[in-house]
């Protein structure tokens, strides 16, 4: 089977599962608060379990200072992708409202609900070691300065306001995170959690809760596709951009970046580096609808990108895996 046609398959079995959540959203089997349930199952649980339990079973802290090349392209990235969406909202004049979306389409992709499970179809769990890199570089920019953006973009507020807006500091340490630092902890004072055999139930319950992740992720993607309606997507100036700024511009970003740092002589595996490009083209965040909403600004604009993103990731996910599989 070639690399095209088990990228094809895997992003086919991923769609079959957002499927199954769209039709049976659509079909009333899933009630209006089956999608928060399953939200915070994932947020609050199985992710916080998935990524404490694979950090403790992948890495070593002789393998984690390795991975450390992961976070400077990432943080690298996104420090470009600011620029880039900043200057790009100057220029075609974004109205207020947008701005914040916009700027965050560009720059924060969707790494807990699709970037997750599409990297364990494409790659498997030995890929898992560096999409946790590029998960917590998009964490903590979400949380800082995208958060402020879009709180700063907040139509309603006058400018002397603005000066003074802030974020929720405690959004910086979600529980998926705060379950990666954990296990930080348990590597660096070399607790041997995982290789206690008296302890292997709790390894155990730890791998069935996190199983849960890639089924439930997906299945609550195809909730909130039902519920924002495929017929609400539109291809307007603002979207079309930053739809380019997704797909494109983010993951050439960090491809330009370790593409520089190997031709400086830091070399980087190919499965690091086709993992980070991947994650860099993950679809839009599923928060920014909330985040507008809280801000005042263009909900209906926030819920097309991410939608049209979601739809369309399809489509480039299988032409990304070809561009990437010389990186192998």
């Given at each position: 089977m070639t690399a095209l046609s088990t990228s094809i398959q895997s992003v086919l079995t991923i769609v079959l599962l957002i499927v199954v959540g769209y039709v049976l959203r659509r079909q009333g089997r899933f009630d209006d608060q089956f999608g928060k349930t399953i939200s915070d199952l994932l947020m609050k649980i199985a992710l916080p379990a998935s990524i404490f339990i694979s950090v403790l079973q992948r890495l070593t802290l002789d393998k984690l200072v390795s991975l450390s090349s992961g976070l400077v392209y990432g943080f690298g990235a996104v420090i470009l992708g600011y620029l880039i969406a900043f200057l790009l909202?100057?220029?075609?004049?974004?109205?207020?409202?947008?701005?914040?979306?916009?700027?965050?389409?560009?720059?924060?992709?969707?790494?807990?609900f699709i970037g997750l499970p599409?990297?364990?179809?494409?790659?498997?769990?030995?890929?898992?070691?560096?999409?946790?890199?590029?998960?917590?570089?998009?964490?903590?920019?979400?949380?800082?300065?995208?958060?402020?953006?879009?709180?700063?973009?907040?139509?309603?507020?006058?400018k002397s306001e603005k000066s003074s807006t802030g974020f929720n500091w405690k959004k910086l340490l979600p529980?998926?995170?705060?379950?990666?630092?954990?296990?930080?902890?348990?590597?660096?004072?070399?607790?041997?959690?995982?290789?206690v055999g008296w302890l292997s139930f709790a390894v155990n319950a730890l791998d069935y809760v996190g199983s849960l992740v890639t089924p439930l992720s997906l299945i609550y993607?195809?909730?909130?596709?039902?519920?924002?309606?495929?017929?609400?997507?539109?291809?307007?100036?603002?979207?079309?951009?930053?739809?380019?700024?997704?797909?494109?511009?983010?993951?050439?970003?960090?491809?330009?970046?370790?593409?520089?740092?190997?031709?400086?002589?830091?070399?980087?595996?190919?499965?690091?580096?086709?993992?980070?490009?991947?994650?860099?083209?993950?679809?839009?965040?599923?928060?920014?609808?909330?985040?507008?909403?809280e801000a005042h600004a263009d909900v209906e604009y926030a819920t097309n990108v991410v939608t049209t993103s979601t739809v369309l990731f399809v489509v480039v996910v299988p032409i990304l895996m070809m561009l990437v599989q010389g990186l192998a």
């Amino acid at each position: 089977m070639t690399a095209l046609s088990t990228s094809i398959q895997s992003v086919l079995t991923i769609v079959l599962l957002i499927v199954v959540g769209y039709v049976l959203r659509r079909q009333g089997r899933f009630d209006d608060q089956f999608g928060k349930t399953i939200s915070d199952l994932l947020m609050k649980i199985a992710l916080p379990a998935s990524i404490f339990i694979s950090v403790l079973q992948r890495l070593t802290l002789d393998k984690l200072v390795s991975l450390s090349s992961g976070l400077v392209y990432g943080f690298g990235a996104v420090i470009l992708g600011y620029l880039i969406a900043f200057l790009l909202v100057w220029l075609l004049k974004v109205r207020p409202g947008r701005r914040g979306t916009f700027i965050n389409m560009f720059v924060n992709a969707n790494t807990i609900f699709i970037g997750l499970p599409l990297n364990l179809a494409l790659f498997g769990d030995k890929a898992v070691p560096y999409f946790l890199m590029y998960y917590v570089v998009n964490t903590v920019s979400t949380w800082t300065v995208g958060a402020f953006i879009m709180a700063w973009d907040d139509p309603t507020q006058k400018k002397s306001e603005k000066s003074s807006t802030g974020f929720n500091w405690k959004k910086l340490l979600p529980a998926p995170l705060v379950g990666f630092l954990v296990a930080l902890v348990f590597l660096l004072l070399k607790i041997p959690f995982i290789h206690v055999g008296w302890l292997s139930f709790a390894v155990n319950a730890l791998d069935y809760v996190g199983s849960l992740v890639t089924p439930l992720s997906l299945i609550y993607i195809g909730i909130i596709l039902a519920d924002a309606g495929l017929k609400a997507i539109r291809f307007d100036r603002d979207t079309i951009v930053a739809l380019i700024g997704r797909f494109v511009i983010a993951p050439a970003l960090i491809a330009g970046l370790i593409l520089l740092g190997m031709h400086a002589g830091f070399n980087v595996p190919g499965l690091e580096a086709q993992t980070l490009i991947i994650q860099a083209a993950a679809p839009g965040l599923a928060v920014l609808p909330i985040l507008a909403t809280e801000a005042h600004a263009d909900v209906e604009y926030a819920t097309n990108v991410v939608t049209t993103s979601t739809v369309l990731f399809v489509v480039v996910v299988p032409i990304l895996m070809m561009l990437v599989q010389g990186l192998a």
